[in-house]
């Protein structure tokens, strides 16, 4: 009976596994078509800010919009330089950057629901796609957008193949069952 519940616990985490492989798969990349441009001047300087499992990102806040966190997030912090960010960056000075126009709609405009996990994770944070202001170009959608079709690569491989390792060791389980009941 025991090899059962396992047998059955190793499908569903197989297909759950398989399932978040399939949402990295399918994951639209933002482009030129669906971002916002938000301008405005910092309320206080760039923050560093340290997330669970050492996952770094920087915090910009805006005085038109206080209640954002706009963040530039670990995929894309390695495609810029943060220390020339940060120190050419002060309170009060003028910045530039995109963001996806569905984050800009649910979270700054709220014309729309914000979706689960996301409404109770993280209401108030936007990813940052491009940034600059008048001297620099820190960070380019392009740039962004290939460091997030490395990510996905890896998610569709990492989950893929812990979901196709579930599968089999559910089928391995079957067998080794059949061959006790013979």
């Keep these: 009976m025991g090899n059962k519940k396992l047998i059955w616990s190793l499908f569903a985490f197989g297909l759950f596994f398989l399932f978040l492989a399939f949402k990295f798969f399918i994951s639209e990349l933002p482009d030129k078509n669906n971002i916002v441009k938000?301008?405005?001047l910092l309320e206080n300087d760039i923050k560093r800010e340290s997330g669970r499992r050492g996952k770094k990102s920087l915090i910009i806040k805006l005085k038109n919009y206080p209640e954002i966190d706009f963040m530039i997030g670990s995929v894309a912090l390695d495609e810029i330089d943060s220390e020339e960010l940060i120190d050419e960056n002060k309170a009060g000075d003028?910045?530039?950057?995109?963001?996806?126009?569905k984050d800009f709609r649910r979270k700054v405009l709220k014309t729309e629901k914000i979706p689960?996990?996301?409404?109770?994770?993280?209401?108030?944070?936007?990813?940052?796609l491009e940034i600059?202001?008048?001297?620099?170009?820190?960070?380019?959608?392009?740039?962004?957008?290939?460091?997030?079709?490395?990510?996905?690569?890896?998610?569709?491989?990492?989950?893929?193949?812990?979901?196709?390792?579930?599968?089999?060791a559910g089928i391995k389980l079957i067998q080794v069952q059949k061959n006790k009941e013979m």
């Design 132 to 168: 600059k202001n008048s001297k620099s170009n820190y960070l380019l959608l392009e740039d962004y957008r290939k460091a997030a079709l490395k990510n996905n690569y890896l998610g569709v491989a990492f989950f893929g193949i812990l979901g196709i390792l579930m599968f089999i």
């Design 38 to 40: 938000v301008s405005g």
């Design 116 to 128: 689960f996990p996301e409404n109770i994770l993280h209401p108030e944070k936007i990813h940052i």
């Design 94 to 101: 003028s910045i530039t950057f995109f963001v996806e126009e």
